[in-house]
């Protein structure tokens, strides 16, 4: 049995959790046991366990009962609302977090793996409870479920949900009410003296994380037979069991915690094979001594002597559940090549890993990686593929098959790509494995490279590689990408110093190239990104995927840049040539390239001196989006993003007093040694002139106050030196409400002040919201950012209640849609109730920062 606590501990403990008296929760037990709910028990040993049913009649007491005597009432009607159906065309009540996803992209709502169909709210409440106290389904409650509410003013209850619906993140309500005919609590019912009391009928929500602190008091039954757990159980119990032998080894706390990461990993993965996915399974590739499926996808009208691209999954994903994220399907149709998906299954590692770290799966013609080369043989043979231009990448134990793949059969491959990896035969055997993901092994560049050379009889050339790696990942040590490049620098015969350095997309990015200047190796670090493949979501051509557990949406694509390293980007549609030709263009005529540490320039990431008559496929692609896209980093020292010192010096080289084809403030290249533009910039802001917000209006009217700063709108104020500002001083406040005083229907509120962007803006604020439309699902509460009409940001709650109790700083917003035109920035609040019942929606935004604005009034 898994003993957790007896009934009467287990009240004790409750309280605690939900910050209640214990004296509260003793008498709501003794109700239960006097008025027969359940079964009388002694104290201390011969307690009867806390089982999860007995701990969701007495959650339901605690929470729906407004007064200690109604408990007994709260807890059978409440346990006995029934889900209500959603009418055809009606709606789900929701909260829906960024702007909306239209078209072809737009992507259906995923159903949750937890199904509590035709269950009673006390039952549905009793599984989930189950779920949270059993060790191998603990972590799907902890992705999935959102929360618990309940109104004590109606019996109308529902558990919340965390899903992804059209591309968006969103909590789901699974509302319960009451069944036909079924008669409401006394205390709510006229016709038995029922008395609302507005003090006593409010809402109460209980949030996951004490949902899952109540499932563990509880005490699960000895065989554990419930129906939930048989349904669920099954299907991460060699997670369970991983966990379990993980314990007891030195990196057991953090092998645990990624186990935890990989349930949620395989929910989401479960969810997308539900689906119909885009590739076609093939059999009969050969002897397949790895046991492996092997996945296909094949754009039509691919064109003869295509090149193809081998995609390996990491830990816990599938073959189409890692094409859905990192997106290569949307590419391999823009630019014309072949995919091959290998699979790992289930029997053959309990986490679906490729085994990179055994010895009969990293060695040539043994194991998967002979399976996978079988299966380039059969797509070769079918699709007529340029045995020239074969690819690999994978993420994390698919970045290490990659590294086992280019060791073991370097003729196959013409490059790699390796996500958050490990070197080749880095580890022999699992123990090994764990201490090499968690702690990295060092050796030097000729020990890595001769394991590399002794895996193969070939002598040369080498394929190309390109490294990823996020500095914050704590599943595979970053210190591994490290280790690879020494690896691979000694395989080629390189310096270990890299030839170039710059940052792309605000992330550095080092080179290594051959004698001829051929880009052999490249290694992006992206920083403050945690474990897994680096994506940048969306319809442009540089874009693709779709944001998902590691797959992290942090403004640069893995999958393009990759794909435009090996040079199959060179045939890319003239759209796509056309939007780089124009960010480049753009990029030039903003003069807007830095100097580098290295004495590089970021604009065009190549160095000064750097041949540029013999580019390779593919990289004026490359290059052109390196222009394009600007170092995020900056908007932190610069208010509202306003480059003063690059305004400065933009003017006087138009007055011809600075040269125009000078570098942009490089701290040592200033004429004679002065920098102009930096002294004139320290005058005026000593004067006070440039200073990103404004001196602060005298005035003590909040609506003078926001004219004074710039900002037009009815509504909304800035409340000045208020103390419950992101960091005290001024803030804008904005709130409307419909459903008062006789007022139904759509009700908006908004301020809006002008701005000119510059080439690569971007919009980052902080922000603390309190949506309430929980009267009915139609009725909904919305908190929006706009520039020029189009929807940037949005948070819409229908149907339900959200509340940000604290700060949030949303994800930076790409405004380069609206690049260097003057737009109206434009923060809306909006309320709709359809009968008599308040819907109120209250925004408090702070911190408003654009970067690469070029002109922006005081604020």
């Known amino acids: 049995m898994g003993n957790r606590l007896a009934r009467y501990e287990f009240s004790e403990r409750l309280a605690d959790v939900l910050g209640e008296s214990r004296r ?44 200690q005597a109604q408990t007994v009432e709260a807890i059978r009607c409440y346990s006995d609302l029934q889900p209500v159906a959603v009418a ?30 035709g269950l009673a709210f006390g039952e549905a409440l009793a599984n989930l409870l189950e779920l949270a106290c059993a060790d191998e389904t603990r972590a799907l409650v902890a992705s999935e479920l959102f929360g618990v509410w309940i109104n004590r003013g109606c019996p109308v209850a529902s558990l919340q949900f965390s899903a992804w619906w059209q591309g968006r993140r969103a909590v789901f309500s699974h509302t319960y009410g009451l069944a036909a005919g079924a008669a409401p609590p006394a205390w709510l019912d006229p016709q038995r003296g029922g008395l ?72 989401w993965s479960d969810q997308v094979d539900a689906q119909e996915h885009r590739l076609v399974e093939v059999t009969g590739f050969g002897s397949n001594p790895g046991e492996l499926r092997m996945y296909a996808y094949v754009p039509d009208g691919l064109p003869a002597n295509a090149p193809l691209v081998v995609v390996l999954h990491g830990c816990t994903q599938s073959a189409g559940s890692y094409n859905k994220g990192a997106g290569w399907s949307t590419l391999a149709d823009r630019h014309g090549f072949a995919l091959l998906f290998p699979q790992q299954q289930w029997n053959n590692n309990p986490l679906r890993c490729f085994n990179w770290f055994k010895p009969e799966d990293n060695e040539r013609e043994r194991g ?81 490279g001769d394991l590399v050379r002794g895996a193969s009889s070939h002598q040369g050339p080498w394929p190309k590689l390109s490294v990823w790696h996020g500095d914050a990942d704590t599943a595979v040590k970053p210190v591994n990408a490290e280790e690879i490049i020494k690896q691979w620098t000694d395989v080629h015969g390189l310096d270990a110093n890299p030839t170039m350095q710059m940052t792309v997309a605000g992330y550095p990015r080092r080179v290594w190239q051959g004698p001829d200047g051929e880009e052999l190796i490249e290694s992006y670090t992206i920083t403050g990104m945690s474990h897994g493949a680096a994506l940048d979501p969306g319809a ?30 060179a045939g890319r549609p003239a759209s796509a040539r056309n939007a780089a030709a124009a960010a480049a263009a753009t990029e030039a005529t903003a003069g807007g390239a830095r100097a580098a540490s290295t004495g590089q320039t970021v604009g065009d990431a190549r160095p000064r001196d750097a041949a540029v008559s013999r580019p390779e496929p593919g990289n004026g692609a490359r290059q052109a989006h390196e222009s394009a896209a600007d170092d995020r980093r900056g908007a932190a020292s610069r208010p509202f993003g306003l480059d003063v010192h690059g305004i400065i010096s933009a003017s006087l080289e138009a007055a011809g007093l600075l040269k125009g084809d000078r570098p ?9 040694g002065i920098d102009v533009p930096g002294i004139i910039s320290t005058a005026l802001e000593a004067a006070g002139v440039l200073k990103g917000i404004a001196p602060r209006s005298t005035s003590n009217d909040p609506t003078e106050a926001l004219k004074t700063s710039g900002w037009q709108g009815a509504g909304w104020e800035l409340l000045l030196d208020d103390p419950r500002a992101f960091r005290g001083g001024s803030m804008l406040h904005g709130q409307v409400s419909s459903g008062e005083g006789g007022a139904v229907g759509p009700r908006a509120q908004s301020t809006s002040r002008r701005i000119k962007l510059g080439a690569r803006p971007e919009l980052s604020y902080v922000r603390r919201l309190d949506l309430s439309a929980a009267v009915n699902d139609y009725t909904s509460a919305s908190f929006r950012v706009l520039i020029d009409g189009v929807v940037v940001d949005e948070v819409t709650a229908i149907g339900m209640a959200h509340q940000e109790t604290e700060w949030l700083r949303p994800p930076a917003i790409d405004l380069s849609r609206f690049a260097d035109r003057t737009v109206t920035l434009t923060l809306e609040v909006a309320a709709y109730s359809n009968l008599y019942s308040t819907v109120y929606a209250k925004a408090w935004v702070d911190q408003i920062s654009i970067h690469n604005a070029v002109d922006l009034a005081p604020c």
């Not at 006097?34 to 009649?57: C, D, F, I, K």
């Not at 004490?210 to 129906?227: A, M, N, V, Y």
């Not at 051509?541 to 893995?558: K, L, R, Y």
């Open 664 to 672: 942009r403030r490089p701290a040592s290249n200033a004429p004679l």
């Open 368 to 448: 998967e990686p002979l399976s996978i080369t079988q299966m380039v043989d059969r797509m070769a043979t079918d699709h007529g593929i340029d045995r020239r231009r074969v690819f690999v990448n994978g993420t994390s134990s698919g970045g290490a098959m990659t590294t086992v793949l280019l060791a073991t059969y370097p003729e196959v491959f013409a490059g790699g790509a390796v996500l958050a990896g490990v070197p080749y035969r880095t580890a022999k055997g699992l123990q090994e494995g764990l201490e090499s993901i968690f702690q990295g092994r060092c050796r030097s560049g000729r020990e890595w």
């Open 540 to 569: 442009e051509p540089h874009q693709c995927g779709t944001a998902a557990p590691f797959f992290n949406a942090v403004g640069i694509s893995s999958t393009h840049r990759i794909a435009d390293f090996w040079g199959l980007l």
């Open 196 to 267: 609302v009391d507005p003090g006593l009928f409010h809402t109460v929500f209980l949030p996951v994380r004490k949902f899952i602190e109540i499932g563990l008091l509880t005490t699960l039954s000895d065989d554990r037979s419930t129906p939930m757990l048989n349904k669920l159980g099954h299907q991460v119990a060699a997670i369970a069991k991983m966990a379990k032998l993980a314990a007891k080894t030195p990196h057991g706390s953090r092998w645990e915690k990624l186990l935890s990461t990989l349930t949620a990993v395989k929910a």
């Open 88 to 117: 055809a065309g009606g709606n789900t009540p929701r909260v829906i977090f960024g702007p909306a996803v239209v078209g072809p992209d737009a992507e259906p709502q995923l159903a949750p793996t937890i199904q509590l169909d």
């Open 24 to 67: 509260d929760l003793r008498f709501r037990v003794t109700l239960m046991v006097t008025e027969g709910l359940v079964a009388p028990g002694p104290r201390g040993r011969g307690s009867p366990p806390a089982t999860p049913q007995y701990a969701a009649q007495l959650l339901i007491g605690a929470m729906a009962a407004p007064q």
